[in-house]
């Protein structure tokens, strides 16, 4: 199955299985930045419209996997994720985020699968934000560069959202 699933989204994408996050039995499917994802029975999205009430706003929703091994051995400790939040994530995102905890695993360049834990972030931002993509590319290029990571895994989407 991982190997359908990596021909499936390419070579240069790294998939991640989140196995567990915060002990709820979540799954998530990593598709290629940009890919449209079609219309769901219950996700309130038709066509790039709301169909869930008229209160409801169509809204980007991006998902970054952030993993916690470093290549020497160490983890990116609570207190490092938590800095990297609130000097990195929360300036370019300050309306809100969700960061989960996970355990997930991957493929990566060498062609080893590697279990690692993970952080997982959810932001939620108007559809047409500016620059939006461009802050997202900074976080990921700056976890990147600061734990030594392969790769920061980015799904994006839309969702109806109403406050």
Known sequence: MVETMQKDIGRNLIAWILVTVCAGGFLSHALE????????QGNGVVRGECTNGEQAQLWARTELYFGRAKPDGSTVTDDEFRAFLDDII???????????????QFRGSSGMITREEAMFVILHYPARE??????IEEIRDRYRKTFQQESVLRVDGESCVSF
């Open 33 to 40: 930045p940009g890919v449209a994802i079609p219309a769901q």
């Open 90 to 104: 929360t300036p370019r995102f300050p309306n809100g985020l969700t960061v989960l905890s996970g355990a997930g």
């Open 130 to 135: 500016k620059n939006s993509g461009t802050r």
